[in-house]
C-alpha cells in the first residue's frame, strides 16, 4: 500500500520542497488476535503530526505518521467483538486495555498499555504491522498510522460510527472534536452562563468553541493570532474576539468578562500562552490546557492564588473522553445542528500533497485538511 513515512525529523520548511513525508510503497501484516484492519477513506493533519515532523515532539523513527482517520473494516483478527466487516470507524489514537488502573476507573485516556505502546512506535500488545519496501520495520504513530490506505489497529482503537457520515468529517471526530468539546465538557465541566475563552483557534481550539456554545457558555472569547480565524470563531458563537497580537491578552479577556472567564481553555501548546489563559481567569476559576508544547518547557504560576483564590489547572488529554462513548454523541450533536464541525474543514487533498498541506498548517492559513483516499 502507499503511505506517507518519516524517517527524519527537523526539515527545514517549506516542507512541499524539503519532503519530510516520503510517500512510499509499505507492507501491511495482516490483523493478530484482537486487532482489525481497516480501509483508510480520510486522514486529518493535526499539530500533533506537525510537531512529531518539527522535533518538538519525539517518536521513534522510521514513523507512519497519521492519527485522526475513518475507515471502513475490511478484516476481522482473531477474538475481535463488537465489530463486524463493513462497519464504519473512526480511530481512537489512545488504545484501551480496558484492564489497569485508569481504564477501571473510567479514565481510559491514561490507560497505561496504550501509553507505553504509543511511546514505543507500537500497537497495544507491543507488536508491529508495518514494513518498508527493504522489509525493515516501522513504527505505528499513536496506535492508528493514518496517513495510508489501509491501517491494523487494535480493537480497542476503532469506534463504529453511522455509515452515512461523509469520511471527511467523520475524520474531525477522531481528534479535533474529541480533544476540543471533550476539554469543555469532559474536563472543564462546563455549565451553562459560566463564561470561556478558547486560547488558539485551530481545530482543537475551533472544536471546544463550538462545543462551549453548545453548552450555552456566555459570554464566549476566542484568542488568536490570524484575523481570519477570529472572524469565523465570530460567526460559531464567540461573543468577544481578541487578536493576541496586541496588548496584554489576559487584561483584555477580564475587561470583557466583569473580572475574568470561569473557564479559560488552552489549545496552542505555547507555555506563554498557557500563563495568559491562566492570568484570564477570575477567583476560583478553571484553566485546561489541551495543548502539548516540547518536553522541556516549563510553567510557573504564583502558588498562593491556588489556595487563597482558589484556582485550578487541569491536563486534557483527548478531551478526558470515553471513545466509544463521546464519539457518537458528538456525533448526534453535529447532525441536530449543535456542533457545525464541517466549517473546520477547510482544505481536502491527495496523500502526494501532504507535504504541502502541512506547510498550510504551520503558517496557520488551514484550520482541519483531510487526506481523502479513493
Known amino acids: 500500500m502507499r503511505a506517507a513515512v518519516l524517517r527524519r525529523t527537523g526539515a527545514t520548511a517549506p516542507y512541499a520542497a524539503s519532503r519530510p513525508l516520503a510517500i512510499e510503497t509499505v507492507q501491511l501484516q495482516p490483523p493478530g488476535r484482537g486487532e482489525v484492519r481497516v480501509r483508510v477513506r480520510a486522514a486529518g493533519l493535526c499539530h500533533s503530526d506537525l510537531s512529531v515532523i518539527d522535533g518538538s515532539r519525539p517518536r521513534p523513527l522510521p514513523m507512519l505518521l497519521g492519527h485522526e482517520a475513518t475507515g471502513e473494516v475490511v478484516e476481522l483478527g482473531e477474538g475481535v467483538s463488537g465489530l463486524r466487516l463493513g462497519d464504519q470507524v473512526v480511530f481512537s489514537f489512545v488504545p484501551m486495555c480496558g484492564h489497569c488502573d485508569p481504564c477501571a476507573c473510567g479514565r481510559p485516556v491514561l490507560c497505561e498499555a496504550g501509553a507505553a505502546a504509543n511511546a514505543a512506535g507500537t500497537l497495544l500488545d507491543g507488536g508491529a504491522r508495518l514494513r518498508d519496501a527493504d522489509d525493515a520495520p516501522l513504527h505505528h504513530h499513536l496506535g492508528v498510522s493514518g496517513f495510508a490506505e489501509y491501517a491494523v489497529v487494535s480493537g480497542h482503537s476503532a469506534v463504529r460510527i453511522d455509515a452515512d457520515l461523509p469520511p471527511s468529517i467523520a475524520a474531525l471526530f477522531g481528534c479535533a472534536v474529541m480533544t476540543g468539546v471533550g476539554a469543555v465538557v469532559n474536563t472543564a465541566g462546563v455549565r451553562p452562563g459560566e463564561s470561556v475563552a478558547v486560547f488558539g483557534l485551530g481545530g482543537v481550539g475551533l472544536s471546544a468553541l463550538l462545543g462551549a456554545a453548545a453548552c450555552s457558555a456566555w459570554p464566549l472569547v476566542a484568542v488568536d493570532v490570524v484575523p481570519d480565524k477570529l472572524a469565523l ?24 468578562t466583569g473580572g475574568g472567564v470561569d473557564h479559560a481553555i488552552e489549545t496552542a501548546g505555547d507555555e506563554r500562552v498557557l500563563a495568559a489563559a491562566y492570568a484570564a481567569t477570575r477567583r476560583g476559576g478553571c484553566t485546561v490546557t489541551v495543548g502539548l508544547p516540547a518536553p522541556d518547557r516549563m510553567f510557573s504560576v504564583p502558588a498562593v492564588g491556588l489556595v487563597a483564590e482558589e484556582r485550578t489547572v487541569k491536563g ?30 477547510t482544505h481536502t487533498l491527495a496523500l502526494d500533497d501532504i507535504n504541502a498541506g502541512f506547510d498550510r498548517l504551520a503558517s496557520g492559513e488551514a484550520i482541519r485538511q483531510v487526506v481523502l483516499f479513493d
Open 316 to 345: 486534557s488529554y483527548m478531551g478526558s473522553a470515553v471513545p466509544r462513548r463521546d464519539i457518537p454523541r458528538y456525533i448526534a450533536l453535529h447532525r441536530a445542528g449543535r456542533l457545525p464541525v464541517e466549517r473546520l474543514l
Open 233 to 256: 470563531a465570530r460567526e460559531l458563537g464567540a461573543s468577544h474576539c481578541i487578536d493576541a497580537r496586541t496588548g496584554d491578552v489576559a487584561a483584555q479577556v477580564r475587561e470583557a
